[in-house]
């Protein structure tokens, strides 16, 4: 039995078979065990994948034959040589129907024991050979997987997807009823495929390193995605105590539904928790999570989940089922839906331009600006469905006030269009900015003036101020939250919608992690909003707080200054609640 430690990024527990996603860059490479009988098919599928590699590699030889010297040939003269190689290709066979694994996987392993037998040998020309064979098991592979297969081709049975990394838009086509859970190589607690497990209620444990070189395709391992391990070859003994943990985390989340609305304090008091949502997910879950309404819908997921851009009718269709949809879950349930978040990892083919640095490029709010056409359809589709539910619009990355005076114009004009058309929608709907950019956050008074509400979005936020690219593990010690500049900048923005008498939320992430979401709670923020499943667990930590010890919770990291460390400040704080709330350890797990 061994345990991996990475990233606690999505809740829950899932015991399953590995299906491995694996790739080099461009080429995702899915290895799974074959269904009985399959065997003979799949030598067939490998076979044909050699006669696509020896075209490709004659019509190489053929036109640089042509044209270059006989050097260059030769190389791929020696590759067309070694596909045909009756040792390797019979290896990968015999490995296909002994093994009963996918052709990926064979053509992996037997490549893998070559490259070491070459690597051995202390003749030159022999340790040369092992960059022909990368080559060739490049190929072979592309030719099996084809570049536009989907990752998940082959996933048959429910599975944990295990993966160096994975794109949204990779995650958003994985059949969900087949996704147990998801180990990773990289990722972080923030990035967009960690929110999508999140929202989609799937555990998730990222920053583990090497979990793909670890693991074999179709071997059990047990996932904790509220503690950030993953266990390979569990015995009997470690799966108890795992199935004891999702036992407690049941009742955790079943006695934060039967109790209070969620986030309601031991004295009556409140900051209500709402549930952010990415449409194509199953609304489901909110209701069961107690979610009081939709804080976040991530309305970038319409173009996600169909790789184009949705029209109008798409849009407003999604949009206003997700406002009845919403309505449902209580009189004063509101839904916010951001506008188009574009950009960043969030990429969709034909829209999304290539940009040297994405996270500062054209994205969200500044993409929608400089494409007036889709911004407009947008704005109309959301403002259509604000007629069937309380719906609030929010801007996305604003970074100064221009891009709200401008927002504004655009959402005038598409009113007055609508007016002539004599079109229903709600003339007060609320319209609101994201604070996620450092320079909205510090002319925070500038933005209140021209909004209804703000929404902190902590994920962007903490990555900008830290300069820590959310996504990446090899930088998460510095994605800081409670770093005292951070702290800094949400009490100035809490301040400024405070003078300005607006509300404001947290959207982000941090909200879901009890130490950060009560101390967002406790420093003022007037709403949550977080993936559904964490929202028993905060709500759980906020019924056992009155306001006063809310008080006390806001004032620890102020009275520790700044000269202190982000660490620091969690472990005051996290000591603080275990201290105040009997049965902290429980909750949290
Ligand atoms: C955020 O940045 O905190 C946020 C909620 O938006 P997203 O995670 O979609 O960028
Ligand atoms: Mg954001």
Redesign the pocket.
Known sequence: MRSLQGLATARGFAVGPVFICRGDGSVPVPEYVLEPGCEEEEVLRYRRAVGDARRDLEGIVASLKERTGRDDVMVFECHLMMLEDAELSGAVERRIREEHVNAESAVKRVYAESRAKFERMNDPYFRERVRDLDDLERRLLAALTGFSAPVHRGLKVPSIIVADDLTPSETVQLPRDLVLGFATNGGST?S?VA?LARAMGIPAVTGLGDITSRVRAGETVLIDGTNGTVTLHPDAASIREFMDLVERDREISESAVLGAPAGTLKDGGEVPIFA?LHPGVPVGGLREHGARGIG?Y?SEYLWLNRGHEPTEEDQFRAYRDAARFTAQLGDDASITI?AL?IG?DKIVRGISHKEANPFLGNRSIRYLLANRDMFKTQLRAILRASAFGRVRLMY?MISCVEELDESAEVLAEVKRGLDAAGVAYDREMPVGA?I?VPSAAINADAIAKRVDFF???????VQYVMAADRGNESVASLYQPTNPAVLWLMRHVIDAARHRGIKVGV???SASDPVVGVLWAAMGVDILSMSATYIPVISAVLSRLTRADLDAYARIPVEMGNDVTAREIYDRCRAWLAEHVFDFENIVL
Not at 455 to 461: Q, V
């Open positions: 923030t967009h929110l952010n976040l991530r951001r978040d960043g996305p994201m996620e929404s902190i979005g902590t994920n962007d936020l959207c982000g992430e």
